[in-house]
């Protein structure tokens, strides 16, 4: 899927999920990122993306 243009990946979701974008992560900062999002008691996803780490190397405990 990758090697798809951006726009032939996009026009089958944004009916779906109207303003929202897919990020590619690691599976280790995807095991991280729900410790980080409960640490911190934050509401949403996009609070855990926008909020950065006390120091530095802490999203990938």
């Known amino acids: ?16 999920l109207p303003e929202s974008g897919w990020l590619r992560l690691r599976r280790e900062t995807l095991r991280a990122l729900p410790r980080f999002k409960s640490g911190r008691a934050l509401a949403t ?3 855990a993306v926008a909020t950065p780490p006390a120091r530095t190397g802490e999203a990938s405990r």
């Open 1 to 16: 899927m990758t090697d798809l243009p951006v726009p032939v990946r996009r026009e089958p979701m944004d009916p779906c």
């Open 45 to 47: 996803w996009d609070e």
